[in-house]
């Protein structure tokens, strides 16, 4: 993990993310795309577009998270903050990252639980207070080229995000051009956090 997260400059997959909210046992489903890169030391520049079952984009770049929605035509930013750098390494979580690294922030634990054929788990549980109020654990499923074929993280709620890569493809060349929302010129830009 430690030679593959050092090596790591970008990345492109197939996604698919499950999210399941405990309280009303619902389970939703949500297929698309993601390119990722290392922009500068410490700093993760990435793209997912879901096109199925709606269409909706999410850059973060810059400590900053924008969300295209087509079908209404609209862009939100959100500053990030103080939370940018939490993102930035949540985000790399299993591409760019190695083993020291998490070690930083996270509890690392390789499971002996392991369902998925073909792969290591690996149990990260978060150190830090203000992401244990967010982040129960996170579970990584790595590939024998230690990057993550699924990941899984636990909310404190009982609520869960499953993501499942395929097509996975590590250092391609990703033009920076790539990492762009759609918008037009007629597009509406909104600031929900101010």
Avoid: C
């Amino acid at each position: 993990m430690d030679a593959a997260g050092a090596k790591f400059r970008d990345m492109s997959a197939h996604v698919k993310q499950v999210s399941y909210t405990a309280v009303i046992k619902d389970t939703s489903e949500q297929d698309g795309t993601v390119r990722m890169m290392k922009a500068a030391p410490g700093e993760i520049r990435g793209l997912v577009e879901f096109t199925s079952p709606d269409h909706k984009y999410y850059l973060f770049e810059k400590r900053t998270l924008k969300t295209y929605t087509p079908n209404i035509d609209t862009v939100q930013i959100i500053d990030l903050g103080k939370h940018g750098e939490e993102l930035d390494q949540f985000l790399s979580i299993g591409f760019g990252t190695t083993g020291k690294e998490l070690a930083k922030s996270y509890k690392v634990e390789v499971a002996d639980d392991n369902t998925v054929a073909g792969t290591t788990l690996v149990k990260l549980t978060p150190t830090a207070p203000d992401v244990k109020k967010y982040l129960s654990r996170i579970d990584l499923w790595l590939s024998d080229q230690n990057y993550p074929v699924q990941e899984k993280l636990w909310e404190p709620s009982g609520d869960t995000v499953t993501v499942y890569y395929t097509d996975v493809r590590i250092n391609p060349p990703i033009p920076a051009d790539n990492f762009r929302l759609p918008v037009k010129p007629t597009t509406k830009t909104e600031y929900p956090a101010k």
